[in-house]
Structure formats: C-alpha cells, structure tokens
T-cell receptor
C-alpha cells in the first residue's frame, strides 16, 4: 500500500508565478490535510478537505491560496502570484476518516523556493 | 480551542543518556495526543499516540510518553539516546479534526 505521495518534491518559482502542489492520499483515505512549515517555525495547519468539500480552511491565507480535492485525482494546493515569503515546506497528510484519535499519515513534503 | 506548547526549542544530550522532550497542552475536551519525528529533509513519522487508553504510551525506537491530565502534559522520553535520534520532534493535539502542533524541539546528540 503506497503511502501519501506528494509531487513535485522540490519546486522553484519566480515571484509572480503560480505554484501547484499535488497530494495523492493513501488508498482508502478520503480526508486530506495541508500544513506549511516555514523556516525556523513549526508546522501550521492550513486546510482540511474531504472529497469535493473544504471542511476547514481557517489556516489558509485569505488571498492567493486555494485548495481542492476533486472526486477524481489528487488534492491540489494552489498558490497564485507567489512571493518570497511563500518559500516553505508544504506537507500533506491523509486519514481514512475524520480524525480524532486516528493517525494522520504524512507525505514527504514539497519544498517550494521562490526566487 | 486547543493549543500545544513545547517547552524547549532545542535539546542537546550525550549519546547513551536520557532524553526528555516536554509538551503541555490545553484542550476543552479529552484530546488525542501524538508525537511525530522529522528527520532532516524528510517527512513526518508517527512515534506514538495517546487515545484515552493507557496513560503510559510506548512508541517506536524506544520512545515513550506519559499522559498526565492533572498537569496537562504529554512529555516524551527515551532512556538512552542514540545518534540516529537527532531530529526535530513535534507534539500534536487533536480534537475532532482540529489540529494543533507545537513549534517543535530540535534534538542534537553528542558522541
């Protein structure tokens, strides 16, 4: 059973470009979570999605950031008009259902560098 | 709302000596608590979790943690550090799907 997959592993963008980060959850998992890890900081929750629904996006910046988890295909975290402050590691996690005491399984992360 | 405080941003130990990583939480309900480890340039790996069963939880690689409700703590320990334990460690509390991570504790191990 493959784990959570994220691609690309490394992404370089110039200021003003768009970044698309993909996350394929573990087989059988219908819940996806995105986190951001800024340099010298801990992990910060961004958004929680189920298939075709955003459940909680309280951690998402109000502008330029969006996320989706379509019925078919991976979850996408999209950052428009990137700025240097967006440089970070973005981690995706999945769980089989809404998590209370269930483990979240993390992907290896996408490291975004904005030049 | 829940929150997590990792009391030490950095811990340095000698190989073979005990490791203690401190985590305090606040929560409105009975939370689930987790410790994850992140090695350099790698993803996060679950070390152990507390889910209202036994208060002393044993995890992988010789780590264990004790849930103390009266102290709202979930400290991570290991009796004897190994060089491979050098990593960053995150304490995590979950209520429903609401998630909070501590800021992380970086562990260095001296030979």
């Amino acid at each position: 059973n493959a784990g959570v997959m994220q691609n690309p592993r490394h992404l370089v963008r110039r200021r003003g470009q768009e970044a698309r980060l993909r996350c394929s959850p573990m087989k059988g998992h219908s819940h996806v979570y995105w986190y951001r890890q800024l340099p010298e900081e801990g992990l910060k929750f961004m958004v929680y999605l189920q298939k075709e629904n955003i459940i909680d996006e309280s951690g998402m910046p109000k502008e330029r950031f969006s996320a989706e988890f379509p019925k078919e295909g991976p979850s996408i975290l999209r950052i428009q008009q990137v700025v240097r402050g967006d440089s970070a590691a973005y981690f995706c996690a999945s769980s089989p259902r809404q998590t209370t005491n269930n483990e979240q399984f993390f992907g290896p992360g996408t490291r975004l560098t904005v030049l | 709302a829940q929150s997590v405080t990792q009391l030490d941003s950095h811990v340095s130990v000698s190989e073979g000596t005990p490791v203690l990583l401190r985590c305090n939480y606040s929560s409105s309900y009975s939370p689930s608590l987790f410790w994850y480890v992140q090695h350099p340039n790698k993803g996060l790996q679950l070390l152990l979790k507390y889910t209202s069963a036994a208060t002393l939880v044993k995890g992988i690689n010789g780590f264990e943690a004790e849930f103390k409700k009266s102290e709202t703590s979930f400290h991570l320990t290991k009796p004897s550090a190994h060089m491979s334990d050098a990593a960053e460690y995150f304490c995590f509390v979950s209520e429903d799907y609401k998630l909070s991570f501590g800021a992380g504790t970086t562990v260095t191990v001296r030979a």
